[in-house]
């Protein structure tokens, strides 16, 4: 058991890892790339429900509904592929949310390990307040930030691929122990 779970965090730490370089190198394309995977879906999700209603031979009111959120969202899908910036600059805005909880979560931490008398608490105090103020900057200027917030996930994505890693090699030679 313990072999497969190296063995999975390895290969995630690795996906991360290649991920994250994408998205530092290449910020603008990934956005425009997630943009229209997105744009591609709501046109699935559309046309299949358009298809559906089509299909149908009893109309009803549910039918009706389903044929009117199809168009809806074909017309959506549409929409972002030919206007993919406009989705993109959701982006940080997410990230900005993300990192905000994420903070609160790491101050608790802090809070916690004060508590137990842990004497270096103050580092995850420190850290969660750089966090915080990521996360902030993300929410309060979401349309500027597009290219550096994918830049930022593709760091994250990096450090958690380090840390995977780092967690892999720490538990195994416990476990050897």
């Known amino acids: 058991m313990l072999k497969k779970m190296r063995n999975t965090l390895t290969a995630m730490s690795v996906l991360y890892l290649l991920l994250g370089i994408i998205m530092l190198i290449f910020p603008a394309q990934v956005s425009d790339f997630i943009c229209y995977l997105v744009g591609l879906m709501f046109i699935f999700l559309g046309v299949s429900a358009v298809v559906m209603y089509v299909k149908e031979d009893m109309k009803t009111a549910f039918t009706s509904f389903t044929l009117v959120f199809g168009i809806l969202f074909g017309a959506f899908g549409v929409y972002i592929v030919l206007n993919p910036k406009l989705l993109a600059s959701f982006i940080p805005l997410v990230v900005g949310i993300f990192l905000l909880v994420d903070s609160v979560s790491k101050l608790s931490v802090a809070f916690d390990l004060r508590k137990s008398e842990y004497k270096d608490w103050w580092q995850m105090m420190i ?39 780092f967690a892999v090699y720490s538990y195994s030679k416990v476990i050897e122990k």
């Open 127 to 165: 850290v969660a307040f750089i966090i915080l103020a990521c996360g902030l900057v993300l929410i309060m200027n979401p349309f500027g930030a597009v290219k550096v917030s994918i830049m930022v996930i593709g760091g994250i994505l990096i450090a958690l691929s380090i840390s995977n890693i």
